[in-house]
């Protein structure tokens, strides 16, 4: 029965990808602190990590981003 779901990928409602979207805004924006929080966002960008549902990795797979662009982008590659 769960290789039926294998392919399912479910769609996003708005409140999701407004919730995914925010959670990298935060991150950028801890990236510019210093100390502590801006090393873990620094983690967090980096990390391969992808069944957390809340990773990077995840949350791009989620909202169809391509993390290496993003991560392009801020700075991090």
Same mark, same amino acid.
């Given at each position: 029965? +769960? ?5 399912? %990928?479910?769609? =996003? #409602?708005?409140?999701?990808?407004? &919730? !995914? ?14 100390? +502590? ?5 620094? %983690?967090?960008? =980096? #990390?391969?990590?992808?069944?957390? &549902? !809340? ?23």
């Amino acid at each position: 029965i +769960y290789t039926a779901f294998d392919e399912f %990928e479910p769609e =996003l #409602s708005h409140g999701e990808a407004s &919730l !995914f979207c925010a959670i990298l805004q935060t991150a950028v924006s801890d990236l510019r602190k210093s100390g +502590y929080e801006g090393r873990r966002a620094r %983690e967090y960008f =980096l #990390s391969d990590e992808q069944d957390y &549902l !809340f990773s990077f990795q995840s949350i791009c797979s989620y909202l169809k981003l391509d993390p290496d662009s993003l991560l392009r982008d801020i700075g991090l590659s």
